[in-house]
């Protein structure tokens, strides 16, 4: 099968498009004739290095999110059958094959069906971002109906299904975004409040939304320095969950307020063979909101194919794509 095979750590350029043999079927697991898949943050990071407790061994063929069609059944396997159109987070990582290649062996714990109102395209920019917001938003945060959050990043991968997570649940959603373009869609997708971060500071915002009081829940999708904005726009005993926290910060106005910080990795979920099936049961009811149309993906209007995964990597590392990057299988 042809396949875009990594064998050294580097920039965009170390893809190279090579034959290797087709996975042998394993129990518990099905083969996948890869229709789709989109590049996450995650998927540059493994490819230049920067996370090497993560990344799978050389030859490494990179990418976890996946959508395609099952050719081939592993014993044990009675959730899925040939023919079946399936999506999940399942490779590309420590011990796992991606989902740069013709075929892709996943466990099947990690995938469900495909929802039957998304083309393969649009199912592979779902399941990382999805998964990830619904750890954040479900599992750390707790959030319910009626309750206020505010959700950085409105426009980004994991922004953009927070908000519609979030709505889904019935919370009034604040979130930002840096340009009209953006604002937009967070508005379309029902954001309640979208503050534009470079013309309003955590002051003014915290003032007008909360009359001074703070946030009580956060969900910061950016890290770095908007992590130290999260703690500003906290009130007091209030929530901080983030997704990108490999850094430094003070941590007195947590004192100060007696914030509670959380931290989601999901990839350490995808690793443990005993959480899998949990992140199976979360994607199937992530299938059926999708399906019940409370939930659906942004796409970059920049689309790839898999001979493109290149120009793909070097879009998402621009900081110019709006939503998903996804590549379509043509081989
Ligand atoms: P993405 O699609 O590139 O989105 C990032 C978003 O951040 C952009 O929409 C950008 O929008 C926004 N942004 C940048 N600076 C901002 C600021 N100061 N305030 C508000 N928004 C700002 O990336 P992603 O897929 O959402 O991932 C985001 C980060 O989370 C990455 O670092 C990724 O590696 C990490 N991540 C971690 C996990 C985990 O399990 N821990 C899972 C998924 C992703 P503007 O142009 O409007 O600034």
């Known amino acids: 099968m042809k396949a875009q095979v990594v064998r050294q750590f580097g ?9 290797i ?20 943050p995650i998927d540059t990071k ?24 099952v050719k081939e059944v592993g014993a044990g396997v009675t959730d899925f059958k040939t023919g079946d159109e399936v999506y999940g987070l399942a490779g590309g990582f420590k011990g796992m094959s991606g989902a740069l290649a013709q075929y892709m062996l996943v466990d099947t714990r990690l995938i469900s069906h495909k929802p039957k109102n998304l083309t393969f395209a649009e199912a592979a920019a779902i399941p990382l971002v999805t998964l990830t917001a619904w750890q954040a938003l479900f599992q750390r945060a707790n959030i319910r109906e009626h309750d206020e959050i505010l959700i950085h990043g409105a426009a980004g991968g994991v922004g953009h299904v927070a908000v519609q997570l979030a709505k889904w649940k019935g919370a009034k959603v604040y979130t930002t975004a840096s340009n009209a373009e953006k604002i937009q869609i967070a508005k379309d997708f029902g954001a309640d409040v979208v503050i534009n971060y470079k013309e309003i500071s955590v002051e003014k915002y915290v003032d007008t939304y909360t009359n001074g009081k703070g946030f009580s829940v956060i969900f910061d999708t950016v890290g770095g320095q908007n992590l130290d904005r999260s703690f500003e726009a906290a009130g ?15 941590l007195s106005p947590m004192h100060s307020k007696g914030l509670s910080f959380h931290v989601v990795f999901l990839l350490l979920d995808v690793l443990n063979e005993s959480h899998r099936s949990e992140l199976g049961k979360i994607l199937k009811t992530i299938t059926d909101i999708i399906e019940n149309e ?12 898999f001979d493109e995964v290149i120009d793909a990597h070097q ?17």
């Open 11 to 19: 920039d965009a350029t170390v893809f190279q498009l090579e034959d």
């Open 21 to 40: 043999p087709v996975p042998t079927i394993l129990p518990g697991h099905v083969l996948i004739e890869v229709k789709a898949t989109s590049v996450n």
């Open 46 to 69: 493994v490819r230049s290095g920067a996370v090497p407790a993560v990344s799978p061994d050389f030859p490494a063929i990179l990418h976890g999110d996946v959508a395609g069609i």
């Open 236 to 250: 007091k005993q209030g929530k901080v969950v983030t997704i990108a926290a490999r850094s430094t910060h003070d």
């Open 294 to 305: 409370e939930l659906k993906p942004l796409i970059d209007s920049n689309t790839f194919t």
């Open 315 to 331: 879009h998402l590392e621009s900081g110019e794509a709006v939503g998903k990057v996804v590549l379509v299988n043509q081989w």
